[in-house]
């Protein structure tokens, strides 16, 4: 961490199942609330040392392990038979195992209470929370060097799992004490804050970088990820991109209101990616590829340490931009001859779709044909929507005569059809509407209007719909709903135009990006803009 | 044990043994966090210590007491995404 103040989150973020919607607050430092500070009794408990006899830490470490955290597939299966209630039979109701001897009892009912008073057992474990409570002092009891055999077989627990440590709370190394101590100012987010939000001067047509560098610093992960200094860089000379973005993550949310001036980015946007180099305008969505292409590449440091676990997206990369943007794009090409069809999967980090008014034709596509009211849209006006973009995109598409295809079944040259349909979905689902188009006989800007909704759900678009909608129950749908929270925008001509970029802050509150200003929008005025990349989040995240 | 309690113990046994409760366990903490419900939490007990006194209070009365509260304040969204997964799992394990 660097600079006057720390900025953390209270538990280690992973983006794997951090949940958008649920995002009221960061909390800027956090003073945990110590255990000592918790106690009952400041003498503390005096029946635990009857305990601390012989053998009672390898004791204790059995118990945590077999009956409490129980991290290897067997214990596990014994937890689940074995751990019910000696008197009432139950499986709930705040189980507790005696500390003294082999008995369940269910706290609710007091059952336990019963076996302690009967035996005199006097301490007994809660078998969810590992906490030991002491039927004497009717407390739990807060003593360190259980709640240590506790955290450790906690930790063994959870690597045994593959958890990791992403689902534990974040507590302060002794170095971010010491600076925590020393940095005294604290920043807490509220629901109506407007920290975050900071506008960027013009370098001389760099909006084009604006507009990204807005959507980027209001994309929730990306966020969570750089406001909890996790990068570890390993980059030699000081030109590491993703430094720069931790650098830029701390300005924006500093406080500040007057405009970063982004010069140190451009600058190294430039040394890496020399086709953006030069002062002309420069396309937006060529930037973004760039830049996530750039932020991977120096990203290196940061993918060592997930307990060698397999990358799970198509990039084969555990990056931080890999784990938000990467999706997969499956392609399936049916010989029309064998009907025999052979599959690729290929990552993408956003999808351009091609729109109504370009030289290829859009339709047959019937508008607002068959699942017309996916994602609510309504074609009451006649406008193109996104999810008819994204059924063209993904509908099966003839190859033709002149595209013919060796298949693997007839051995020869084919026609075919080809369809792509989304194998793994990213968590930032970035869309690309193809405004520019360059051909050899044309450059043009197509305006076509395309309403675009708050939430989409993409499941029409996976390639396991078919076999997924009959086999999931009702509701699961949501796990695949975005939400819009970032749209760049274009306005003017292909040779004199100006970026924008509207980003949303906490639920529903709109900005509008306009390089240095920064105006509220309502969500009318982001609906009706004409969209040029949409960012959406996705709301529920699975772990893995 | 009627069939209703046989259900949620056949689920609560075959959560624990994929190790799936852990895991709830954790995402609900973690969530319920994120929300503020552990501020609100945390207030609410002050409140009741102060009005009883430290001395005349034990952990249970104060889960006696909080508890009603605690379970109204749990946000909808936080209980529907719990929802969610357990039937995702159950969707997974159906042989249930
Ligand atoms: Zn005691
Ligand atoms: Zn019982
Ligand atoms: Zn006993
Ligand atoms: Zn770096
Ligand atoms: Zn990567
Ligand atoms: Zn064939």
Known sequence: ?544 | MNKDSQMRAAINQKLIEMGERERLKELLRAKLVECGWKDQMKAQCKDVIREKGLEHVTVEDLVVEITPKGRALVPDSVKKELLQRIRAFLAQHSTL
């Open chain 1, 1 to 544: 961490c660097n600079g006057a103040w720390l900025q953390r989150k209270q538990h280690t973020l992973q983006p794997t199942y951090y949940v958008m919607s649920l995002y009221p607050q960061i909390m800027f430092c956090f003073g945990r609330a110590r255990r000592s500070s918790r106690c009952g009794s400041p003498a503390g408990c005096s029946h635990v040392n009857a305990y601390k006899v012989d053998n009672w830490r390898p004791n204790l470490r059995v118990i945590y392990q077999c009956f409490v955290w129980s991290g290897s597939a067997e214990t596990r299966r014994r937890k689940a038979k074995s751990c019910i209630c000696h008197m009432c039979g139950a499986h709930l109701n705040r189980l507790h195992s005696c500390l003294y001897c082999v008995f369940f009892g269910c706290f609710t009912k007091k059952h336990i209470h019963e076996h302690a008073k009967n035996k005199r057992h006097n301490l007994a474990i809660d078998l969810l929370y590992g906490g030991i409570y002491c039927f004497v002092c009717q407390d739990y009891i807060y003593d360190k060097d259980m709640e240590q055999i506790a955290k450790e077989e906690q930790r063994k627990a959870w690597k045994l799992q593959g958890v990791g440590e992403k689902y534990s709370t974040w507590e302060p190394t002794k170095r971010e004490l010491d600076l925590l101590r020393h940095n005294p100012k604290r920043r807490k987010m509220t629901t109506n804050c407007t920290i975050g939000l900071r506008g960027l001067i013009n370098l001389g047509n760099t909006c084009f970088m604006n507009c990204i560098v807005q959507a980027l610093t209001h994309t929730p992960l990306l966020r969570d990820f750089f406001l909890s200094d996790r990068h570890k860089c390993e980059m030699q000379s000081n030109s590491c991109l993703v430094c720069e973005m931790s650098q830029l993550f701390q300005e924006f949310y500093s406080g500040h209101r007057s405009p970063h001036i982004p010069f140190r980015l451009l600058h190294l946007v430039w040394t890496h990616a020399r086709h953006l180099a030069g002062y002309e305008q420069q396309d937006a969505h060529e930037f973004l590829i760039a830049a996530l292409d750039v932020l991977h590449r120096h990203c290196k440091g940061d993918t060592t340490n997930d307990n060698g676990k397999k990358a799970n997206n198509p990039n084969h990369c555990n990056c931080i931009i890999d784990q938000i943007f990467t999706g997969g794009l499956q392609s399936d090409v049916t010989c029309q001859v064998c009907h025999g069809v052979s599959t690729t999967i290929d990552p993408f980090w956003d999808i351009s779709l091609d729109l109504p008014g370009s030289s290829t034709p859009f339709w047959p596509l019937s508008p607002g044909g068959d699942g017309g009211t996916v994602n609510g849209e309504s074609h009451l006006s006649g406008a193109t929507t996104l999810t008819d973009c994204l059924r063209r995109f993904t509908r099966p598409e003839h190859l033709g005569s002149s595209a013919k295809i060796k298949c693997g079944g007839c051995h020869s040259y084919q026609e075919s059809t080809k369809q792509l349909t989304m194998k793994k979905l990213p968590i930032v689902a970035c869309f690309h509407l193809k405004r520019f188009e360059h051909s050899a006989k044309l450059r043009r800007k197509i305006t076509t209007y395309v309403s675009f909704p708050l939430e989409l759900d993409m499941t029409p678009f996976m390639a396991s719909r078919w076999a997924s909608t009959n086999y999931l129950p009702p509701g699961l749908y949501v796990l695949v709903r975005y939400a819009l929270f970032a749209v760049v925008n274009h306005q003017g001509t292909l040779e004199s135009g100006h970026y924008t970029s509207f980003i949303r802050q906490h639920k529903d509150q709109w900005f509008k990006c306009d390089d240095a200003i920064i105006t509220k929008a309502s969500i009318k005025d982001v609906l009706d803009s004409e969209g040029y990349l949409l960012f959406y989040h996705k709301q529920f995240l699975e772990y893995e």
